[in-house]
């Protein structure tokens, strides 16, 4: 049953493939999480100046249309979840999606958009978009591909998580924890190292830097096997660049979950090209979990 106390799941559409599959995953996680879920689209149009104001029809005719995209995304959404009792509302809005996401993500459990998109997205999350949810919303950011992972085999596939030792990676292993223990699967802890200043280490050195990295991936995920003794563990330590390992290993999970920011090999995981880089081609639908 839903909560109207609990923060909501916002879902950003746009009449895409791609945002459609956000809308059905988010329907899903709101069920599973029992929390409300809006889904919204902006018809937000370029500014054509003072010589060329939108009139009365013109505005009736994209509330019109963002009223198909949402009927639209409401039906996947009931369909993604049948059996739930979705509290769903559904909002037309005439402003820009990205300062309204950001604004609206301080009261919202999470963000939730397609990869690609069309119209108000037109560039879909290949750029700007993608940049100011990730760097500036304030809560965790979902982001869907063509695969929403819905299907029977997917949904038995586990979380993957991407650890990398700093206190930015403390709230995407909390997160993948709770994902993970209520699509009741198991959890995959990814850690990585590849310090250039470490390739002409001897092997004693390999070995006592592979003791170092596990003990570091051990500590970071004690406490969550107890809270969360449901939850199966595999944990994975290689010595390769984060992102190439994590889109290899995302090919095995149905969710990748990766912090913001981090240290070593995770310096700039989500900034710049790296961040495209996850954001373009992962497998399977991406949370990335911003520090609180």
């Not at 997205?121 to 992972?149: D, E, K, Y």
């Amino acid at each position: 049953m839903g909560n109207s106390s609990a923060p909501q799941i916002i879902a950003a559409v746009d009449g895409s493939a791609s945002s459609y599959h956000a809308a059905a995953w988010a329907a899903v996680d709101a069920a599973l999480h029992h929390c409300p879920l809006r889904i919204l689209t902006s018809v937000a149009v370029p500014d054509f100046g003072p010589d060329r104001p939108l009139g009365e029809a013109d505005m009736e005719w994209l509330r019109r249309d963002g009223e198909r995209i949402l009927n639209e995304a409401a039906r996947i959404a009931h369909q993604a979840a049948p059996g739930a009792e979705l509290e769903l509302a559904t909002e037309v809005i005439f402003a820009s999606i990205i300062p309204t996401l950001i604004l609206r993500s301080a009261q919202a459990r999470m963000l939730v958009v397609g990869s690609r998109g069309i119209g108000a997205f037109q560039r879909g999350l290949l750029g700007s978009v993608s940049t100011a949810l990730t760097h500036h919303a304030h809560c965790p950011v979902a982001v869907i591909h063509g695969n929403s992972a819905l299907d029977p085999v997917s949904v038995t596939k586990p979380v993957l998580v991407g650890v990398d030792g700093s206190d930015n990676s403390v709230p995407a292993i909390e997160l993948a924890f709770e994902e993970a223990s209520r699509r009741k699967v198991g959890v995959t802890a990814l850690h990585t190292w590849s310090d250039a200043s470490s390739i002409d280490l001897p092997h004693s050195g390999w070995e006592a830097a592979r003791e170092s990295e596990q003990a570091l991936l051990a500590e970071n995920m004690a406490g969550y096997t107890e809270k969360y003794p449901e939850v199966t563990v595999l944990r994975i330590l290689a010595l390769d660049r984060p992102v190439r390992a994590l889109l290899e290993e995302s090919v095995n999970a149905q969710l990748l979950v990766v912090g913001s920011h981090g240290r070593g090999g995770f310096a700039s995981m989500l900034l710049g090209s790296t961040c495209n880089a996850l954001l373009h081609t992962a497998e399977c639908p991406m949370i990335v979990v911003r520090k609180g």
